[in-house]
């Protein structure tokens, strides 16, 4: 099982939509998450970064993260054809010293359609 | 922010040479970097953590003597694909942090926009 479970989809959505991506992880001991968005052909770019259970809110984008049952979305209003990308999210411990190591997802592939 | 930059961008090399692909922080110092390799339609795969001044540390089946790392300073990480074969072609990718300097609140990892390597 991989620590970090994601749906690849494709997700294809029409604009204006919104959009609703998910992971799931397996170590408890995961205590910070991320969402990151990667062009095609570039490095990923963070989105959005979560430490506790609850929302978090920047422009169009909310990353939510229920440690309960070990599940992270991340919600896109109004999607627009620029969010066309993949989406991947990331979970590490708590840093002790640093040298603690991102676990990704496999990312979800979305297109947002005119 | 912080800015990570990463070069080259796309390289093509002959099977049997050694390519050198550089990952500098920009606008702050780099306690770690790490280095990722990533296949079409598939994601990050983490094959080494550097720690300035001292050796990388390889994931498990990665090869060090063939993937060199370096970061010999806080700004500057190295990754050496040596004696290439049509098989490390791949999208690389480093990405770094400064442990000290950055608060609770801000844990974001910057990654350099890629290395695309192809090897004919």
């Known amino acids: 099982q991989k620590e970090v479970e994601q749906d690849p989809g494709p997700l294809s959505v029409p604009e204006g939509a919104i959009v609703s991506l998910n992971c799931t992880y397996s170590n408890s001991a995961f205590q910070y998450f991320m969402w990151y968005r990667q062009y095609s052909r570039k490095g990923p770019e963070l989105l959005m970064y979560t430490y506790s259970s609850g929302n978090k809110e920047d422009g169009r984008f909310t990353a939510q993260v229920d440690k309960s049952s070990k599940y992270i979305s991340l919600f896109i209003r109004d999607s627009q054809p620029s969010d066309s990308a993949t989406y991947l999210c990331?979970?590490?411990?708590?840093?002790?010293?640093?040298?603690?190591?991102?676990?990704f997802g496999t990312g979800t592939q979305l297109k947002v359609e005119l | 922010g912080a800015v990570v930059s990463q070069h080259p961008s796309r390289v093509i090399c002959k099977s049997g040479t050694s390519v050198k692909i550089e990952c500098r922080s920009l606008d702050f110092q780099a306690t770690t970097m790490f280095w990722y390799r990533q296949f079409p339609k598939q994601s990050l795969m983490l094959m080494a953590t550097s720690n300035e001044g001292s050796k990388a540390t390889y994931e498990q089946g990665v090869e060090k003597d063939k993937f060199l790392i370096n970061h010999a300073s806080l700004t500057l990480s190295t990754l050496t694909v040596t004696s290439a074969h049509p098989e490390d072609s791949s999208f690389y990718i480093c990405?770094?942090?400064?442990?000290?300097?950055?608060?609770?609140?801000?844990?974001?990892?910057?990654f350099g926009s890629g290395t695309r390597l192809t090897v004919v």
């Open positions: 990405s770094a942090i400064n442990y000290r300097d950055r608060g609770p609140e801000d844990y974001g990892y910057t």
């Open positions: 990331a979970a590490y411990p708590r840093l002790t010293g640093g040298g603690n190591k991102l676990t």
